[in-house]
């Protein structure tokens, strides 16, 4: 009995009116798919007009129902329309609003249309018109990142393994795989939008319509490439909304290594990079702080678009088709990780543009760690005739000797490099310097600036029609 008490005590405080409170309160979207006003007002214009195209309503009523809905979009831009919870969501908001404006002509819009429909059509339309924004922003880090390449081209940093030291490389070239990163992408947006452009409306609740209606003008309305195919596919399928979540979980994960470079190279161990103020902060009891902000907080919100992935994943993971109301929970998931990620590129976008590349501390560090050994192992091959496994191991055994004598491969005397194989010659301290490395690097993909600069000019051209 006692228990009894407490959980309506529970409720109580909350729920003013008991259980219909409480139902209103999970079952309302509203407060969310408010979003999609814009997209459902187009929706229904599109619908109204094919009706009275169709002779399924009278034309006049269709003028009275674009105008009733045009005066809500109006409302709603202007920030007087009262969006209720009792409502439940953007559709019926709309149409009791049409109802108050337009009167009995408001009740023919719904017809040859389910909610099912039309909140997939509003969905589709929502997150086409996303991805098309991600596009361009893509596009704008993609250039950003194409600039830096450009001036760093021949600018000479260590390449890393392990994040240990391995091969000298060019900035532009780490600069570049980026710019692939983000290229395949890009790729994916576009795929994404391709898949996506087909119109679910007239699919009605899930079996299609006994009206005579002509999907294929209401898909040509809204910008769609075709109607669906499969009515119950239609009102079941979020396939769309789970890809946006996976590009751009992926891209986020592209941006999240990327951020972690930054963080890495602005610390002043590193200090290859120096951000802008604009995008760091500083300390309030270090004074000598210079904080990377806005690059940790990229990588933190990676964990915010994955996880909306998995939560997505899971809500449709058992449902029987055609529609349940679990798909409701899709948008909260879409819509953060929509904004989520437009701040996290344009953010990525701004930090590159801005920040300065320290060339010293770069070379610097490009010639510590032997990096140029493999160099000496591979003139062994060409220029000794050396199995390459044996010119491994004199490389080696030369790393040893120079870590002894606490200097760099190339400061090695020639009799000490001879000491470890007679057929070393003066000729090999032309590959131990940096420069000669990255140089020497020119195969199809590699680190030569030539080869980087190539790279550079297929890009630009390829972005001009991506
Ligand atoms: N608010 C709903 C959603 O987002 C609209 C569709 C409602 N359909 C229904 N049969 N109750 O999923």
């Not at 801005?354 to 010639?367: P, Y």
Request: glycine share 6%; proline share 3%.
């Amino acid at each position: 009995m006692s228990e009894k008490k407490a959980s309506n005590e529970m409720w109580g405080g909350r729920f003013a009116s008991g259980p219909a409170a409480i139902m209103e309160a999970i079952n309302a979207s509203i407060g969310f798919d408010k979003k999609l006003y814009a997209q459902d007002i187009a929706g229904s214009l599109a619908h109204a007009d094919m009706l009275a195209e169709q002779g399924i309503i009278a034309r006049a009523d269709q003028k009275k129902i674009a105008h009733g809905l045009n005066t809500i979009l109006s409302e709603i831009e202007a920030g007087t329309f009262t969006f209720s919870t009792r409502l439940e969501d953007i559709h019926m908001n709309v149409e009791s609003r049409l109802a108050e404006l337009i009167g009995p002509a408001a009740g023919r819009l719904h017809t040859a249309r389910s909610r099912n429909d039309q909140v997939a059509v509003d969905f589709r339309l929502w997150t086409k018109r996303e991805l098309t924004r991600t596009a361009d922003a893509l596009k704008a880090l993609i250039s950003a990142f194409l600039d830096k390449a450009e001036t760093h081209a021949a600018t000479v940093m260590p390449g890393f393994t392990h994040l240990q030291t391995a091969q000298p490389v060019t900035f532009g070239h780490h600069c570049m795989a980026y710019v692939e990163m983000f290229g395949r992408d890009l790729s994916r947006v576009r795929d994404a939008i391709e898949r996506l452009d087909e119109s679910p409306l007239g699919a009605a609740a899930l079996a299609g319509t006994g009206f005579p209606i002509d999907r294929h003008r209401t898909a040509a309305a809204l910008g769609f490439r075709e109607p669906t195919r499969n009515s119950i596919d239609s009102v079941s399928d979020r396939d769309y909304a789970l890809e946006f979540l996976s590009v751009a979980a992926i891209c986020a994960t592209h941006l999240s290594r990327l951020a972690e470079e930054i963080v890495i190279w602005s610390t002043p161990q590193f200090a290859f990079v120096r951000l802008s103020d604009q995008f760091s902060t500083g300390s309030s009891i270090m004074p000598q702080k210079k904080n990377p902000d806005a690059a940790e907080l990229v990588r933190a919100k990676t964990g915010r678009i994955n996880g909306h992935l998995v939560g997505l994943l899971t809500v449709m993971k058992g449902l029987p088709l055609a529609y349940s109301k679990d798909m409701q929970e899709d948008k909260e998931a879409v819509f953060d990780a929509a904004e989520t990620l437009d701040l996290m590129i344009a953010a990525m976008t701004g930090m590159i543009g801005d920040m300065t590349v320290n060339t010293e501390a770069m070379k610097r560090a490009a010639g510590s760690g032997f990096s140029t050994a493999t160099d000496l192992a591979d003139w062994l091959v060409r220029e000794a005739g050396l199995p390459f496994r044996e010119a491994h191991h004199v490389t080696g055994r030369a790393v040893a000797m120079a870590e002894a004598q606490k200097k760099g491969l190339e400061k090695l005397s020639l009799a000490d490099l001879q000491s470890l194989n007679p057929a070393i010659t003066e000729d090999v301290f032309s590959v131990l310097s940096v420069n000669a490395s990255v140089r020497s690097r020119k195969s199809f993909g590699g680190t030569a600036p030539a080869e980087v600069k190539r790279q550079i000019r297929y890009w630009r051209k390829r972005l001009q029609k991506a």
